[in-house]
Each structure stands twice: as structure tokens, then as C-alpha cells.
Nanobody, 123 residues
């Protein structure tokens, strides 16, 4: 069982930055693809970015291109989502996801999900 734990969410003004972190305190994630998606109540989840076990970006959404960066540090068993130039429309609950091998962006239920961390972008 993979238990993903996210941190780093919060409130920020438009144009600001946040960095989200995701780890599993009990299991090594080195062989897992990881990624992030977000969800606004009433909407479908939106996959944002995916990264392979070796650190290659495997997926990114056009909505975050050039503003968000996904990375991982396997020595710390942690993936990071650096979010810059945040906009009010980025307001959502952000979920870390993981799957052995590569994450699925078309069948999201195939991934393990974290509990989510809220991000609010507002002036």
C-alpha cells in the first residue's frame, strides 16, 4: 500500500509561488512514476504533470506549461511541484499521485492518490 503525504499548500497572491512536496514515509518510491493533479469541487480532476522514476517529465498540461516545474529527489524519496506565476484559476486541491512504472493520466483511478493539499490564489 502506497500512502502519499503532501505538504506545502496554502494561500498566495496572484503572481506568487508555492512549492508542494510529496513523499511516502513508509515505502520507497524509486520505482514509481509520480505526478500531480488538481481538482475544483464539481469539476473533473485535471492531471498536471508526471515524472518517471528516473526524473524525466512524462506529462504536462498546457495550463501549467512554463509556470510549474516537477522534480524528484530519490535520496529524499520526495517529489516536488514548484508553482510560479500563480493565477486565481490555479485555486484547487492538489493531489500527489503515484503508480509503479508510469502514472496514468487517462485512468486516474489506476494511481495511488494522496489526501490532497489546498491551494488558494487570491488578492
Amino acid at each position: 500500500q502506497v500512502d502519499l503525504v503532501e505538504s506545502g499548500g496554502g494561500s498566495v497572491q496572484p503572481g506568487g509561488s508555492l512549492r508542494l512536496s510529496c513523499t511516502d514515509p513508509e515505502r520507497t518510491l524509486h520505482s514509481y512514476g509520480m505526478g500531480w493533479l488538481r481538482q475544483v469541487p464539481g469539476n473533473q480532476p485535471e492531471p498536471l504533470m508526471g515524472i518517471s522514476s528516473s526524473g524525466a517529465v512524462t506529462y504536462y498540461a498546457d495550463s501549467v506549461k512554463g509556470r510549474f516545474t516537477l522534480s524528484r529527489d530519490n535520496t529524499k524519496n520526495t517529489a516536488y511541484l514548484q508553482m510560479n506565476s500563480l493565477k486565481p484559476e490555479d485555486t484547487a486541491t492538489y493531489y500527489c499521485i503515484a503508480r509503479f512504472g508510469t502514472i496514468s493520466t487517462t485512468h486516474l483511478s489506476l494511481n495511488y492518490w494522496g489526501q490532497g493539499t489546498p491551494v488558494t490564489v487570491s488578492s
